[in-house]
């Protein structure tokens, strides 16, 4: 069974800058990957921020960039907001089994 | 407006079948491959299901084959759900997803609604 891991929590300070991983049991993590991160907020659905590692929507703020690194997919806020303190999910696709996995989240908080 | 409206939760006994259906306005839905996703009470996001534009192409997760069927109306503009054999840990919000660029390459997806409610309870 494919599992993707990201870090269970970790913590910022305003302002501040935060690098959020995701790695995949079966190896690196590649752009073949389309690797996609989420952002949810309690008691609200979940948006996207980026998507294909590093494309962002209309809507994501600037702040947020998608890349990858040593083996990873990750999330970098740079310039972090209180409102940014949310759980933060990746998606990542598996082209020979066809399906796509999500981590199991990482809660960000702003302290 | 780029919208996506799921409908079709409820309460359900175990063993019994339900459809879900995703209602798409704002964006010509046959040109998007579409998801559908799931998330069980206090627990992480889950993904479930997807097809693309056509219809043609259809994948699950390991866990959900053979129970649950995604298909699509690109008539009506509408996705749909159907869930068999129901099962208590079947128990989450559901949400249906857009993929983020036209056709079906794997972008995951970006707007999705506010999701319909399926629990599964004797």
């Known amino acids: 069974q494919t599992v993707v891991t990201q870090e269970p929590s970790l913590t910022v300070s305003p302002g501040g800058t935060v690098t959020l991983t995701c790695a995949s049991s079966?190896?690196?993590?590649?752009?073949?990957?389309?690797p996609s991160w989420f952002q949810q907020k309690p008691g609200q659905a979940a948006r996207s921020l980026i998507y294909s590692t590093n494309n962002k929507h209309s809507w994501t703020p600037a702040r947020f960039s998608g890349s990858l690194l040593g083996g990873k997919a990750a999330l970098t806020l740079s310039g972090v907001q209180p409102e940014d303190e949310a759980d933060y999910y990746c998606l990542i696709y598996y082209g020979g089994a066809q399906l796509w996995v999500f981590g199991g989240g990482t809660k960000l908080t702003v302290l | 407006e780029v919208q996506v409206v799921e409908s079709g939760g409820g309460l359900v006994q175990p063993g019994r079948s339900l459809r879900l259906s995703c209602a798409a306005s704002?964006?010509?839905?046959?040109?998007?491959?579409m998801h559908w996703v799931r998330q069980a009470p206090g627990k992480g996001l889950e993904w479930v299901a997807y097809?693309?534009?056509?219809?043609?192409?259809?994948y699950y997760a390991d866990s959900l084959k053979g129970r649950f069927t995604i298909s699509r109306d690109n008539v009506k503009n509408s996705l749909y759900l159907q869930m068999n054999s129901l099962r208590l840990e079947d128990t989450a919000l559901y949400f249906c997803?857009?993929?983020?660029?036209?056709?079906?390459?794997?972008?995951?997806?970006?707007?999705w609604g506010q999701g319909t409610t399926v629990t599964v309870a004797s």
């Open positions: 097809i693309s534009s056509s219809g043609s192409s259809k």
């Open positions: 079966t190896g690196a993590v590649t752009s073949g990957y389309f």
């Open positions: 997803g857009k993929s983020p660029e036209v056709g079906d390459r794997p972008l995951g997806f970006d707007i």
């Open positions: 704002g964006f010509t839905f046959d040109d998007f491959a």
